[in-house]
């Protein structure tokens, strides 16, 4: 048995091989890149002005209608990015005021410049503390309102990698992927067949629980009839995560994509909350999802079923349950709703083949905050990841945003380490 794991390893480890020089060759040549997203709506028509570090100019380009921008670089060296403020809506500013990025790019490589863009304050606001303290509480409720729709993004992935973990005590690393997978087929449906979203999301969600079902019967649950340990099966689920990261971006190409439909929706305004309506019936069928789930696990037979095998599995073996079936039956709702998830990752933004890998360590984050093997604990630990993740703009960097949701993961487990709906164990 042994050999045949450590045989099936290299197997995938050379099928990653091979797959790598391929998507090497796949990727872009040295540039300078960008995209403007405002509350994420993506910002179209905003000029941007490439000189070099001397200021010779090179290229000036406008974002498109996904509010990106790309400047293709003969030579590397040191750049700068201007943005031309002139050209942004009336009511959009770049936050700090500081339009011009200085930025290196290197030989074959591309180079990103982030310009983080905010509502301006109310017209006629005096510069004092009343209007500054104003504008505060609403970029306060606004990204509140974001952390909160992240946050049920990831409560719909980690459920399925809670309730997996468990069924069968596997860390799947290949959840991620789980994910992007959702959210591809949707899209191949969307543009490709030409179907409209809605239906093609629907099918998608169908065929992301039809492969969760395979995944099981034809490879995990193999693995676990041959006996192989749990430490052996993560490891496996971390090459399957490569072969299949290396594969979307075979099929799908490196660049990012949109859906069809819904992809630039103006803002409808809340009170001091401005959000796009497709944001808003996302939240409601994310919401939706998770009751339904949480019901179904807590009434009905299959779920209880489900709570006895991952309680303790030989003892619902011996009481006439069908572990196996139950275990299937948890990839194939695992596999459907981190399909849906990916998908409502699509609809905030772009699709690309990396997505569900960006969001595996916040999945991860928020299923260990609400403590491993509890739906309701990853729920509840997902939407505290989101809401830290955005709020945490206020004071830091959005490029080290996922730093606070990991440093209060940190400091929750250092004083409750089975999380926070997690049950204590005793060990030895």
Do not use: C
């Not at 090179?58 to 400047?71: M, R």
């Not at 301006?120 to 609403?138: E, V």
Request: hydrophobic share 50%; aromatic share 8%.
């Amino acid at each position: 048995m042994r050999r045949a794991v450590i045989a099936f390893t290299a197997f995938l480890g050379g099928l990653i091989l091979l797959l790598a020089a391929p998507a090497h060759a796949a990727d872009p040549e040295q540039s300078l890149r960008g995209t403007l997203k405002l509350q994420g709506q993506p910002v179209n028509g905003v000029k941007i002005v490439v000189t070099t570090e001397s200021g010779q100019p090179v290229q000036e380009v406008t974002s498109n209608a996904q509010g990106a921008w790309e400047v293709p670089i003969a030579e590397p060296g040191p750049y700068k990015v201007t943005l031309d403020v002139g050209t942004l809506p009336k009511d959009v500013e770049v936050r700090g005021g500081t339009n011009v990025r200085s930025l290196t790019v290197y030989e074959g490589n591309p180079a990103t410049a982030l310009f983080a863009l905010q509502a301006k304050s109310a017209d006629g606001a005096p510069p004092g503390d009343d209007g500054a303290s104003s504008a505060f509480w609403q970029r306060a409720a606004q990204l509140t309102f974001e952390g909160f729709n992240l946050g049920l993004i990831i409560a719909l992935a980690a459920l399925g990698l809670s309730l997996i973990y468990g069924t069968t005590g596997l860390t799947n690393f290949a959840h991620g992927e789980l994910v992007t997978l959702g959210a591809l087929i949707a899209y191949g449906f969307n543009t490709g067949i030409g179907l409209h979203l809605i239906p093609a999301a629907a099918l998608a969600v169908i065929v992301a629980g039809g492969l969760g079902y395979s995944q099981d019967r034809f490879f995990w649950g193999q693995l676990r009839r041959r006996g192989t340990g749990i430490i052996a099966m993560m490891i496996i689920s971390i090459g399957v995560a490569l072969f299949l990261r290396y594969l979307f971006l075979i099929v799908f190409g490196g660049e990012s994509d949109s859906f069809v439909q819904y992809n630039a929706q103006p803002g409808m305004q809340i009170g001091p909350i401005s959000a796009a309506p497709k944001n808003l019936v996302a939240m409601g069928i994310e919401l939706t999802v998770l009751v339904v789930v949480g019901i179904a696990l807590l009434r009905t037979r299959t779920g209880k079923a489900a709570r006895a095998v991952a309680d303790n599995p030989a003892l619902a073996a011996s009481s006439g349950i069908n572990v196996d079936r139950v275990i299937r039956i948890i990839w194939t709702m695992g596999g459907a709703i981190a399909g849906l998830a990916g998908i409502m990752l699509g609809l905030s933004q772009n699709l690309k083949f990396t997505m569900g890998q960006d969001l595996l360590l916040l999945i991860f984050a928020g299923v260990t905050l609400g403590g491993l093997g509890t739906a309701f604990g990853a729920l509840i630990g997902s939407i505290i990841v989101g809401l830290f993740v955005q709020v945490s703009t206020l004071w830091i960097p959005p490029e080290l945003k996922n730093v606070g949701a990991l440093a209060v993961l940190i400091i929750v487990l250092l004083f409750r380490p089975q999380g926070i709906l997690g049950r204590r164990e005793r060990i030895g």
